[in-house]
Every structure is written in C-alpha cells, then in structure tokens.
C-alpha cells in the first residue's frame, strides 16, 4: 500500500516555504496575453493596474517591462519580498500588503486588475466588491492561468497519474483552478471574454522536481513525503527523458470582463 502525501495551509500562507522554487521554476505567461491586453483596453504609461495575488512578481514583471504604473498585492511576506528584490529597481512598482477582498488601493483608481495563477484562492463575491470597488468607471478585470496539459504525452499522462496517486490535494487543485460556475458568479452578468494560448516549459531533472515542489499541493521537499516525490519524479524523468529534457505543455487562459 503507497503512502499518501497531504498537505495543508491557508492560501495566504500555504507558499511561504515555497518561494525559492517559485521564483526558479514557476511558467512566466505568453507575450500575447499583454498584447492582447494592450489591444483591448488601449494600456499606456499613465495605465494604472492592479495585480492582484501578485506572488513573487512574475506577471507583475511582464507589465511593468511594458512601463506600465503596477500595484502588486500580495498577502504573504516571503513571496512579497521576493517580487520586491526582484523588482526594487523599476521605478512604476508599487508593492502592496494586502488580498483580493482588502486591497488597501484608493477608490475607482485603477483601470485593470490581474489576477495571474491566483483567483482560484479568492473569495468571489467579496473580491469581486473590491475590484469594483477599485477599478474606475469602465475597468476591466483579466484573470489568467496556466492550465497544464495532462495528456498531451506520455510523460504528461504519467505525471498526472503520479500526483493523482500520492497527493490528496491534487484533484481539488485541479477542479478548482478554472471553475466555470465561480467565473460565471464573479463577472458581471456572467459575462466574459476567454482567450487561449499556447505556452511550455522545458526542464531537466532538478528543473522538474524544483517545479513540482512550487505546487502547493506537494508536499514541503524536506520532508520524509518530499523525499518520497523526489524518488518518484526521478524515476518518472529517467523514464521519459529525450535528451535530458521533459517538457511541461500549457494552454494559458484569460477571462477578460466587467465586474
């Protein structure tokens, strides 16, 4: 009989002891997601947006390259300090101690509001009070994720198969990241606009397990449990490896609407 591997935390906090994977291995998000954006809702220097659940910067990064004036908001200390270090030198960032249901932004001050990899962990109705709180006249809210293939190849299929089989709180990720049901209570009218790129990551060994235990349904990597993934995952690259490569496939999907 296979051990199961749990874990459990508040999602403020569930990636504290995350960060350094998160910043390495994490997926960034194809340039057509801000060229889009820049098409749809005419962004430019005096745009201010809002990225809410901002993590370690990594969309965040992606606007601000674009020059435009960013509050990143972000709940959990070590992942805001992250994106701080990382971004302290771009003069249009402006990090925030706050959540999606308490922002701590100014009234109708914001033209658009991310939200990259992070709404699933939000509270709809409330989070959807503050942004219309927030957004001026007119704004707009982009939610987006990177949704993994799981059988897009064998080393997909099995991958899934892995984290089905020792991981309890896989499945729930899974059936909660792209939600219809929430994303229909959380637009206006239930009413959105979705968008679909294509996007991948590419790793080697350590690149795979770094990336496996950026999730937060993994377990923490030491640990007797994380000792047991690392095994598997080995096993799983030695398995499918092409030249000392996996690859990670993504559809990355946008809900572009009003709130």
């Known amino acids: ?18 960060v350094e994977n998160y910043v390495k291995y994490r997926p960034g998000y194809p340039a057509a997601v801000i060229q889009f954006l820049q098409q749809e809702f005419g962004l430019n220097a005096d745009s201010y947006i809002a990225d809410i659940g901002s993590g370690t910067g990594i969309f965040t990064k992606l606007l601000l390259d674009e020059g435009y004036k960013v509050y990143a908001v972000e709940p959990n200390e070590p992942m805001k300090e ?69 059988d897009s190849d064998a080393f997909a299929i099995a991958y899934d198969q892995l984290f089905e089989q020792y991981t309890g709180k896989y499945k729930d990720s899974k059936e909660r990241t792209v939600n219809g049901e ?7 009218d239930g009413i959105f606009e979705t968008k679909t790129y294509p996007y991948q990551q590419v790793f080697d060994l350590d690149g795979l397990v770094g990336r496996s235990f950026s999730s937060s349904y993994s377990p923490l990597q030491d640990t007797t449990e994380g000792d047991i993934l690392t095994q598997n995952l080995t096993n799983l690259f030695n ?21």
């Open 182 to 188: 929430r994303l229909k209570g959380f637009f206006k």
């Open 239 to 259: 398995k499918y490896q092409i030249d000392g490569k996996v690859y990670f496939n993504y559809d990355t999907k946008m809900y572009v609407g009003k709130v």
């Open 82 to 150: 992250a994106a701080e270090k990382d971004l302290r030198t771009c003069k249009n960032f402006t990090s925030v101690a706050g959540t999606a249901e308490h922002t701590n932004l100014l009234a109708n001050s914001i033209d658009l509001v991310t939200c990259a990899t992070a709404f699933h962990w939000f509270d709809v109705e409330k989070s959807r009070d503050e942004f219309k709180r927030i957004l001026k006249p007119g704004g707009s809210v982009a939610l987006i994720w990177n949704v993994r293939s799981v």
């Open 1 to 18: 009989m296979q051990e199961t591997l749990t874990v459990s935390a508040e999602p403020t906090v569930r990636f504290s002891n995350r």
